[in-house]
Each structure stands twice: as structure tokens, then as C-alpha cells.
């Protein structure tokens, strides 16, 4: 795979040919959609498209169906911030700060600052998959899954801080979410636990309903009981961001790029986890790290950018090899693979116009997404002024039917509404949310991660130390879990006498 | 509001089109009267999907009637294949199904579907396995690598898809035929397992022969678990002809509902067995690294039972 700018000026030219920019524009359009509509993520937008393949020739159906990918980079976090409607998995994060923003007027904002983060970190990952594609090509392969384990356990140990000073709440709550993933088949032997003997249990309990009952359900099953008229609890209401917005989330934006594009080039490391370490990265080295989960800005900034990123990064392993790293980019390639088109190094040789030309057009898919998208922040910020006896209803519907439409199963939309039951309440108690949702979305990795490597070191936990990467990461781990204990331990003695509330 | 109004019809629209199943309202005396539904059981881009994709429009044809593809995804192909056995056994639904899953899932554990319960109309793809290493690996040979695994017990890893899988099986009756102690290290789908060979995070692996297909210029084949050599690696020798009696195959294969009557098997049998001699279908199947087959009815069946006498010698030994 060489670069050359004479294949990316091609690419360009190619790409803005009327056909395929039609097809970008398309793509761009239906990715936004399934990003903003629950549920519907960019793998079941772009299998409902796949059909399309027969009818197009290969070069602007394979640019709109990286174009939904990416598209539903950008719309993923709309829901989360007007309504706290997580739609993806990795729109979670964004809801912490982003809905705490909504609620102060700052919709607009939040949702500004969110598209114009996507656009550069894709962008600038884009700038990595053009010219380092066949110089990062290989750090897929160095990951094995005592590397696996070791990345996930670092995630895991992201909980600490996450919990911010509830520390026993966070950690029970991740346990809980731990407990709520191992819910079905065991990934790799489909040995069935925890089902109680029913068939419905057995193919698990979905993220999406989890994290849709948790966010959504519990938030409006709470502004219930507490008779909530309006979302917004201030009457100045900002459409836009400010100067002053954009200057702090400069720094946000870039560090979250280089996670999100690094995390991205792993197979298995889904935009879910990269959101969670950005959002978390920030919150460290903030200066007032307090403001997190109260409405900062960078808190939104941070997980917009990393999952441009990762999807940006994504392509890099599906060309360079053929090997997906998400359930989005394995429908991807299956597209490829109706052409008759074998992603891996012989593409680019056999097929270069293509693959440039679908690299130019996500150059160009990445301004079409922000153009619109910027358009229709100030339509989507209206929302939060609906009164909440209209929108409340409006949020369990579109919840209801996110919940229904992951697999079209009942048993997903019951599963939602038992977890609204749980996050309202783990509202009342004052319960983090964020380390819960944290657990289980690394819960699966981290249990046939795990389950693997033991086989392969034949049970002996050197394989963890032994290993240069994993050592690293089992390293970081450690050291962050000590630190969070320290500073707890820390700030409790110096507030003791302060309010204990969370 | 009308905008978000919009927003939700389109969503709607969406749903719609995943979902599209015509209600069967009248008994009608030429089958089929209206478009059938394919379920695939496993993700879209997969395997499985890919192989529904190239029959969609040839059965159209053939059939005289629409072919909607629907999909029904989970527990390994499990949910779908117990979706299947409880649709109306009209014909009007049928699902693609794989062997060995149907055979080794009811074996594992209750599923919700038994075996006999998924009736097979024929199958048309056959993906047999290979054990291959890595084209830099100093192994070169079968028994270059029998005699590795007999000098280095347990610590020998070949990596597959799934545990109870046709990939387990491949590994069992290796070590059953050699002597030798290998640990067998699952990943969750084909594409992890590539991966981690492909890092050379495993010694070696059963590889599907379209997965090797891809990656050909990287994999040294040891040999393929065929009755005779697979054509797209004319060169690689199979276990067999290396004193290694083992067959082993992932076979893809249209079923129906229990109780399906037999006038409706026999129709969808002759319209799926004339897409399969198709020759523009087998030069596809065969372009993508799969073997092009059209196995009836009655013969599927048998070969089921056949199957499921093996596995069960197989895994009498396992721990459930």
C-alpha cells in the first residue's frame, strides 16, 4: 500500500465526480440518520443498504457505505445531548457532559462543538490513513490477546476516576454492569450462564437496551415523579458555541484524534471504548476536572473527536488487510467482498483507483457531514424547549422503538424498561452511571480476552507481564487504580467534614 | 415538530424494510403465490449472507416470486434457527442453516431447536478447513508439525471460530488421529481468528478455505481435511492423502420448518437445486474460496445423520 499524491489526486478527481458525489451525499445523509435514530446503528444502516450493490458499480456504492459509517459518527451524539438518549454505545460519554450542557441552555452548543470536533479528528485521521496507512498497517497484528486483556483491563480501571468521589458506588456499579454482560453464551464455548433456563436470556442482554433504559428511560421516569415542565432550567439560552467554547476544546479535540485514531487501528477496540478513554483523559488533565459531568464542554468535545477518529483509523486494517474492526466495517467488507474485491495489500495494486477514490471522497463525505450538520444544530437544540409533557413521551417512544430495532425483539424492549427502572434508581441514590455502562461494554473482551490468553500461557498470569504492550498497559492500569485510591483517600481527609453527598 | 414527525416516518420506512413479511392469508394451490422470506442467521456481510445475496436473485427467478432477505442474528445462528422451527411451516419462510452448528449446538446444550427440527431442502456451498501455519513459520510439512506437537505437548496452540464448532471438531479428531496433546484457542468469529494468527498470536490454525482463499500470499497450507484437493490451492496436499482420515467442512444449506409438506420441499428443492448448477452461481462461489454444491434433499439428510454419529464419538470425551 504506497502512497503517492499522484493516486490521491486522482482519488480526488474521481471522488468529485457528480456520481459519486451524489452517492457520498447519500451516504452522509442516511449515516446521520441511523446515528441520530436510537437503535439503528451505522452496521444496521449500512446492511439495510447492501442490497444497493447490486445495482451500483463498485466505486460509489463502496463511498456511501463508508459514508453511513462515518455519518453516523456525527449524528450518534445528537440524541445523547437534546434528550440523553445514548443511540450507540459510544455516544455515552458524550451524554454525561452534553445533556448536562442541554440542561443549561447550552444545547446548541454542546451539539456545534460536537460536529465541528467530529469534522477535525476525521479529518486528521484521515490525513493518518492516507499517509501512514502501510506504517501502522502492522499494529493490529501486534495485538494479541494477552495485549487484548491488558488494553480492556486499562479501560476497566478507568472506573475509578469515572466514579468521582462515590468510589464503592462506582465500583458495585461496574460490577453490576460486569454482571449484566455475562448474561447469555459464553462468547467462545456458548456455554449459557446466568439464564435461569430461559431462551430469551440466552442470546444476552443487549447494550443498547442497557444503556436506553439507563439513560433515557431513567431521566424521564425521574423529571416524572418530580413534575418537571421544561428540560432547560435557565432562561438564557445559547444557540451557538463561543470563541471562548472553541479555544478550550482546542486541546480536547487534537488529544482525542491521536486516542481515537491509535485505539482505532485495533480490531475489536470499537468507537465504544476510545470515547470512554478520551472522555476520561480529559477529565485528568483538566485543570478543574470538578466541571466534568456538570456540563464541560471538553467533556463533549473529547468523545465527538475520538470516534471520528477510530472510524477514520478503522480503514487502515480493512484495506491494508481485509480486517474489520467493528461489526460497521465487517459489513463493509462484505460489500467489498460482493464486488469481487478482496480488501489486503493486492488491492491496492489491483484496484487503486477505487481505494483512493474512496479515501478522497471521505476527505469530502467529512465536509458534507459538517455542512450538514452545523445547519440543523439550532433545529435539534429546540428540542430541549418542547415542554416535557410532550417531549417525555416523545423520549419513550423513540426509546421504545430504538430498543425494538436492535434485533426487532420484545425481549430487547422489556430489557430497556427494567433498566430505566435501574437508572432511575441509581438517580435517587446518587449512583454513578458512567463506570456501569464502562464495565459492560468492555465486559466481552475482557472475558474471552482473558479466556484466551490463559489457554495460550496455559494458566500462567506471566503471559500479562512477560509480554512487552501488555506489560505496558497492565502497568498504566495499576498505576491509575493506585492513583485513584490515593487521591480519595487524600481528599477525604482534607474534606471530611464537607458535604459527603456523592 | 413536522420535521421530527419526518424523522420518525423515515424510521419507520427503515424498520419496514427489514422486516417485510407478508402475512399468509389464504391456502393457495400453486406454491409460491407470494414473495418468501430468506432468513440469514448470522450478520450481514457474512458468510452465510453473502451466499443468500447470490441466490437472492436466481431463485427469483427460478421461483417466480420475490425473495426478501431477513435477518435473524444471534447465539452463533442459534436464535435464528429456533426463529425457524417455530414459523408457520408453509414454505413461505426459510432460513440458510450451517453444518455443523445445527448438529453440535442441540448437542451442547438445550437451544430451543433440535436437530431433526431443521429440515434441510439441500445445501450449495461447502467451506472445508484447513490446518495451516504461517508462510514464514519453520514448519514446512504435516509431519514436521505432528512431530512439534509431539515434542512440545499442551503448548502447541491452533486457533478457530468458536468452541463446539466445526473448528473444535477439526481439532479433536487431530489429536484423536496423531497422539498428540494440542490446545485448541477459540475466538469469537473468523475474523478475530485470522487476526491472531496473522500476528502469529497462535501457532497455527483450521482456517476456513475461503479465509485462507484471502490471505493466500501469508499461510503455508499443511494440508485440507478433504476427501480430495481443494482447487483454489491445487498444490496443498489434504490430510488424507498424508495418512490423516478427517473430513471437515462448514456445508451452508437452505432449511425449512418441521412439518413442511413435502410437495413444497420438492418445489423449493428443484427451483434452489437449478440455481446451484447455475454456472455464473458456482463460478461465484468458487471465485470467493467456497465449493460449489447441490446436494438434495434426501441426501443432506442423510449426511446430517451421518455427521452427528461422528460428533457424537467425538465429543463423548468433552466436559459440557
Request: aromatic share 10%; charged share 15%; net charge neutral.
Amino acid at each position: 500500500m504506497l502512497f503517492s499524491w499522484e493516486y490521491l489526486f486522482a482519488g480526488f478527481a474521481a471522488s468529485v465526480s457528480p456520481e459519486n458525489l451524489l452517492w457520498a451525499l447519500v451516504g452522509c445523509f442516511i449515516g446521520t440518520l441511523v446515528g441520530v435514530l436510537p437503535g439503528i446503528g451505522p452496521s444496521s444502516g449500512i446492511a439495510i443498504l447492501l442490497p444497493l450493490t447490486t445495482m451500483l458499480p463498485p466505486t460509489p456504492a463502496i463511498i456511501m457505505l463508508a459514508a453511513i459509517y462515518y455519518g453516523a459518527m456525527y449524528g450518534g451524539s445528537t440524541t445523547a445531548i437534546v434528550v440523553n438518549i445514548p443511540g450507540e454505545a459510544s455516544s455515552v460519554p458524550t451524554a454525561i457532559d452534553g445533556y448536562e450542557m442541554a440542561k443549561q441552555g447550552r444545547a446548541g452548543a454542546a451539539l456545534a462543538i460536537s460536529a465541528i470536533s467530529s469534522f477535525v479528528a476525521g479529518t486528521l485521521g484521515l490525513v493518518g490513513l492516507t499517509l501512514f496507512a502501510p506504517a501502522l498497517a502492522g499494529f493490529a497484528l501486534a495485538f494479541g490477546p494477552p495485549e487484548y486483556f491488558a488494553l480492556m483491563f486499562m479501560g476497566l480501571s478507568l472506573v475509578v476516576s469515572l466514579s468521582g468521589r462515590a468510589l464503592l458506588k462506582g465500583l458495585i456499579g461496574a460490577c453490576l454492569g460486569l454482571l449484566v454482560s455475562l448474561v447469555g453464551q459464553n462468547p467462545l464455548t456458548g456455554a449459557s450462564r446466568l439464564t435461569f433456563g430461559s431462551l430469551e436470556l440466552m442470546s444476552g442482554i443487549n447494550f443498547i437496551s442497557l444503556i436506553i433504559g439507563l439513560f433515557a428511560l431513567g431521566e424521564v421516569f425521574l423529571n416524572l415523579e418530580q413534575q418537571v415542565q421544561l428540560l432547560v432550567d435557565k432562561k438564557k439560552i445559547q444557540w451557538m458555541p463561543t470563541w471562548a467554547d472553541l479555544r478550550q476544546c482546542w486541546g480536547a479535540i487534537l488529544r482525542s484524534t491521536g486516542v481515537g485514531f491509535f485505539m482505532g487501528l485495533l480490531p475489536g477496540c470499537a468507537p465504544a471504548v476510545t470515547t470512554f478513554v478520551a472522555y476520561d483523559l480529559e477529565r485528568r488533565i483538566s485543570k478543574t476536572p470538578e466541571r466534568f459531568g456538570k456540563g464541560a464542554i471538553e467533556g463533549v468535545a473529547a468523545p465527538e473527536g475520538a470516534n471520528n477518529a477510530t472510524s477514520s483509523a478503522g480503514f487502515v486494517p480493512l484495506f491494508a488487510f481485509g480486517l474489520p474492526t467493528g461489526p460497521a466495517l465487517a459489513v463493509l467488507l462484505g460489500g467489498l467482498m460482493m464486488y469481487g474485491l478482496q480488501p489486503g495489500p493486492l488491492l491496492f495494486k489491483t484496484n487503486p483507483d477505487l481505494v483512493w477514490a474512496v479515501i478522497a471522497s471521505m476527505y469530502v463525505g467529512n465536509v458534507i457531514c459538517l455542512v450538514l450538520n452545523l445547519p440543523l444544530v439550532g433545529m435539534w437544540a429546540r428540542i430541549a424547549v418542547i415542554p416535557f409533557y410532550i417531549l417525555g413521551p416523545l423520549i419513550i417512544i423513540f426509546s421504545v422503538v430504538g430498543a425494538y430495532s436492535i434485533r426487532f425483539l420484545m425481549f430487547d424492549v422489556w430489557m430497556a424498561l427494567v433498566f430505566g427502572v435501574v437508572g432511575y434508581l441509581m438517580r435517587k441514590l446518587k449512583w454513578p452511571m458512567a463506570p456501569m455502562v464502562l464495565a459492560s461494554v468492555l465486559a466481552q473482551m475482557l472475558e474471552t480476552s482473558l479466556q484466551q490468553s490463559l489457554l495460550i500461557s496455559q494458566g500462567s498470569l506471566a503471559i500479562f507481564f512477560t509480554r512487552p504492550i501488555a506489560a505496558a498497559f497492565v502497568v498504566l492500569a495499576l498505576a491509575s487504580i493506585v492513583r485513584g485510591f490515593w487521591v480519595q483517600i487524600k481528599e477525604r481527609r482534607g474534606e471530611a467534614l464537607a458535604d459527603g453527598d456523592d | 415538530m413536522k420535521r421530527k414527525a419526518l424523522w420518525l416516518m423515515l424510521a419507520g420506512m427503515m424498520l419496514g424494510l427489514g422486516l417485510s413479511q407478508a402475512p399468509a392469508w389464504a391456502q393457495e394451490k400453486v406454491f409460491p403465490s407470494k414473495q418468501v422470506t430468506y432468513l440469514v442467521c448470522f450478520d450481514p456481510g457474512g458468510q452465510s449472507d453473502r451466499g443468500a445475496r447470490v441466490y437472492q436473485a436466481p431463485l427469483s427467478a427460478a421461483l417466480g416470486q420475490k425473495v426478501i432477505i431477513d435477518y435473524k442474528v444471534g447465539g452463533g445462528g442459534a436464535l435464528g434457527w429456533r426463529e425457524l422451527t417455530r414459523t408457520k411451516p408453509d414454505g413461505y419462510t426459510f432460513a440458510g442453516f450451517n453444518i455443523p452448528h445445527i448438529i453440535l449446538q442441540p448437542m451442547q446444550q438445550d437451544v430451543g431447536y433440535r436437530t431433526e427440527q431443521i429440515v434441510p431442502i439441500m445445501v450449495f456451498q461447502r467451506t472445508p478447513l484447513a490446518l495451516a501455519v504461517l508462510g514464514t513459520s519453520p514448519i514446512k510439512t504435516l509431519p514436521e508439525f505432528i512431530e512439534h506437537a509431539k515434542k512440545n505437548p499442551g503448548t502447541v496452540t491452533i486457533g478457530g471460530s468458536g468452541a463446539y464448532s466445526g473448528y473444535h471438531m477439526a481439532v479433536l479428531r487431530f489429536e484423536k488421529l496423531t497422539g498428540t496433546k494440542i490446545t485448541y484457542v477459540p475466538f469469537t468469529g473468523s475474523a478475530p481468528q485470522m487476526t491472531a494468527f496473522l500476528g502469529g498470536h497462535v501457532n497455527a490454525v483450521f482456517g476456513a478455505s475461503d479465509d485462507l482463499t484471502r490471505f493466500r500470499d501469508q499461510v503455508r497450507v499443511l494440508g485440507f481435511a478433504m476427501e480430495e484437493r481443494f482447487p483454489g490451492f491445487p498444490d496443498a496436499p489434504t490430510l488424507k492423502e498424508q495418512g490423516l482420515d478427517m473430513m471437515e467442512a462448514v456445508d451452508r444449506g437452505v432449511a425449512v420448518p418441521p412439518n413442511t409438506p413435502l410437495p413444497i420441499i420438492k418445489k423449493l428443492e428443484e427451483a434452489l437445486i437449478k440455481v446451484a448448477n447455475l454456472p455464473e452461481v458456482r463460478e461465484e462461489m468458487i471465485r470467493q474460496g467456497f465449493i460449489p454444491m447441490a446436494m438434495g434433499h434426501e441426501e443432506t439428510k442423510a449426511h446430517i445423520v451421518k455427521m452427528t454419529a461422528i460428533y457424537k464419538e467425538l465429543t463423548a470425551n468433552l466436559a459440557k
